[in-house]
């Protein structure tokens, strides 16, 4: 068992060394200006072993995501007794502005805003991070679930998980343009207040 534990780590090991090698060179050169082959001399493996990690040079990078799939239909789950759906991942969101989780938008490390506009800007990293989208969508309907019909739990993940990609941009086009997190915290929260407020009480007439 203690074998086990101990090549798991190494393998962890492994595996963040090579995505950490491979984003410094992203950043650095550009998605589209760093091979596979660079990755794997940089991370001095060779090449059958990176994709034993990664299986395309697109997961060295997008793997960070998937650190967040599915999270909005885990926060559905676990939430409090007497809570709603919505006042849960409202009350989510809210404290990931406060921690400057990157997913909000609201980090304004110079990697972390490299690293978005990174994947912002390169198409084939934005088309799989679509992919994703699609994945926590299925996943929260089905979190949402009864009392809801299928198609209205759809329509209803859709909508709050566009929210909240929106409100992630808008921060993120904030503090690329110069603007520091905590200058830039307080209207966060106000936005994503009023777009919480939105979903749950619709368009004003």
Request: aromatic share 6%; proline share 5%.
């Amino acid at each position: 068992m203690a074998e086990i534990g101990l090549r798991e780590r190494k393998r962890q090991r492994t595996h963040d060394a090579v995505s950490a090698a491979a984003i410094a060179l992203f950043l650095e050169r550009g998605f589209d200006g760093v091979s596979v082959a660079d990755v794997a001399a940089a991370a001095e493996i060779s090449k059958p072993t990176l994709f034993r990690y990664f299986p395309s040079k697109e997961d060295l990078v997008l793997h960070r995501f998937a650190d967040h799939a599915g999270e909005a239909a885990r926060v559905v789950r676990a939430r409090p007794a007497g809570l709603t759906p919505l006042g849960a991942l409202h009350a989510h969101f809210l404290d990931g502005l406060a921690r400057r989780d990157p997913v909000t938008g609201l980090n304004d490390h110079p990697q972390v805003l490299a690293f978005h506009n990174m994947v912002f800007s390169t198409p084939s990293l934005s088309a799989r991070v679509n992919d994703y989208i699609g994945r926590d969508e299925e996943a929260l309907a089905e979190a949402l679930g009864p009392p809801l019909d299928a198609l209205t739990a759809r329509l209803a993940a859709a909508q709050i998980l566009a929210a909240q990609r929106v409100l992630a941009r808008e921060n993120w086009r904030r503090l690329s343009t110069g603007s520091t997190a905590d200058s830039v915290c307080e209207s966060a929260k106000a936005a994503a207040d009023n777009a919480f407020r939105l979903l749950t009480s619709g368009l004003p007439a």
